[in-house]
């Protein structure tokens, strides 16, 4: 039996722009002890683990107009992890702690994603690049950044690369085609329903409305090994109830969901920007889901000069880190030795 709020999602996929849901606005806390968990909420799901404790601490800057947050811990050549749509920080933390061995990480909510606040100038991934050079270059003053994305966080890689290339040690790519002269928007959009959908302007907020927490528990198996968007039938997600409960903690703010959407509605100037770059030139490590790596190196390799080790991370569909997070840290940690 479908519940309640799953029917309503599924007849207002189906509906589109009769969708009638809207997003409400964020609680006001009635007491200082509400506004302090509020205030706090960022470390719910990191304060009781003695992995994060021992070793990791949320941190925030301001940049530009914008709160960012991010998570650091380790020590050694520093790293940094850009997430993608729906996903924050936490996208990383399978395989933080095996990185912090051998490196300073810093995993980082994308501007007006996770738990930064305020909103940047533009979600075109060109922009979102200067805001984290900005955090990384001239606040934590970092100059040699292995930089690593995953999903839409990987085209902010990519611009952080061309745009900065004397600041910017090695490029880590995962699962993305990349917008530009392999792939234009229109076609971008066709590729599967969900980027067609989150293009529209203001329809995927109003459909999604209240009920974040059901579309992302219904979206992440869909792009799952042997989901859907694989021509599968796996309704299975290497999400735990716990991992959505923290994506949606974070989505449900009204701007944070909007501005996710956002990241699709600029994939028009995401091209026109990979078509203005200059071509990347540092060692770069391609990893895509299991068969998948072909297509996405066709999109990259124009704008990638030094693809030193393109591969397919097995039985993973697009969640790379939470379906084989030992084989991804493997190849991370040999890149990056490199």
């Known amino acids: 039996m479908i ?4 029917a309503a999602v599924a007849a207002a996929l189906t509906l589109l722009l009769t969708g009638t849901a809207s997003c409400s606005p964020s609680p006001t806390p009635d007491t200082p002890a509400q506004a302090s968990a509020q205030a706090h909420a960022h ?33 050694g050549t520093p790293v940094v992890l850009l ?11 399978p395989i933080m702690p095996a990185l912090a ?9 994308l501007p007006g994603l996770g738990d930064s606040t305020g909103t940047p100038t533009g979600y075109d991934k060109a922009t979102l690049a200067r805001y984290v050079h900005t955090l990384v270059a001239d606040r934590l003053g970092i100059r040699d950044a292995r930089v690593i994305g995953h999903d839409l966080g990987a085209a902010v890689a990519f611009q952080y690369a061309a745009q900065f290339p004397a600041d910017t040690a090695r490029l880590g790519y995962l699962d993305l085609p ?14 599967s329903w969900h980027i ?4 529209q302007p203001k329809v995927p907020e109003t459909v999604v409305g209240d009920d974040v927490r059901e579309y992302l528990a ?3 198996p869909q792009v799952s090994f042997g989901g859907t968007a694989f021509g599968g039938t796996s309704d299975r997600s290497p999400f735990t109830d716990a991992d959505i409960d923290e994506y949606a903690r974070t989505y449900r703010r009204p701007e944070a969901l909007a501005g996710g959407f956002e990241l699709y509605r600029a994939l028009g100037k995401d091209v026109q920007d990979t078509l203005a770059a200059a071509p990347v030139r540092v060692p770069t490590l391609l990893m895509a889901a299991q068969g998948q790596i072909d297509a996405v190196r066709a999109t990259a390799a124009p704008r990638m000069t030094d693809i030193v080790r393109a591969v397919d991370v097995p039985n993973a569909g697009h969640w790379l880190v939470e379906e084989n997070p030992e084989f991804v840290t493997d190849e991370l940690l040999s890149f990056l030795r490199g």
């Open 3 to 6: 519940s309640a709020p799953r």
């Open 43 to 75: 470390t719910a799901a990191t304060q009781d683990d003695p992995r994060f404790t021992d070793t990791f601490r949320h941190e925030f800057a301001d940049v530009d107009g914008v709160r960012m947050h991010y998570v650091t811990g380790g020590s």
């Open 83 to 93: 997430h993608g749509w729906p996903q924050t920080w936490f996208g990383w933390w």
């Open 101 to 109: 061995e051998h490196h300073t990480v810093y995993a980082i909510d």
């Open 178 to 191: 990349l917008p530009g002269p392999g792939i234009d928007a229109a076609t971008y959009r066709s590729l």
């Open 196 to 199: 067609a959908f989150h293009s």
């Open 218 to 220: 219904l979206f992440y």
